[in-house]
């Protein structure tokens, strides 16, 4: 199977993560991720678990723990 579309959906993934994970380590978060964890900062979030359904690269997952949620799990499809 060297023509399966699962390699195109594979290589456009792989260049999707790398871009976000860029723009991650250069601290340019995506408007509404910023917003959400703004939202949050609020909150005293120690002792919390964090489920991010759709995490995608890990942003909100690592952020919140860096804030002191005790741990986080992340679901993708």
């Not at 991720?33 to 489920?51: E, F, G, I, N, R």
């Amino acid at each position: 199977m060297d023509n399966c579309q699962c390699q195109g959906i594979e290589i456009e993934t792989r260049n999707w993560v790398d871009s976000n994970l860029k723009r991650y380590r250069d601290g340019d978060l995506p408007k509404t991720t910023a917003m959400l964890l703004k939202a949050l900062s609020v909150y005293d979030l120690q002792q919390h678990v964090l489920l991010d359904i759709g995490g995608g690269v890990g942003v909100v997952q690592l952020e919140l723990l860096r804030a002191g949620v005790s741990s986080a799990t992340s679901v993708e499809a």
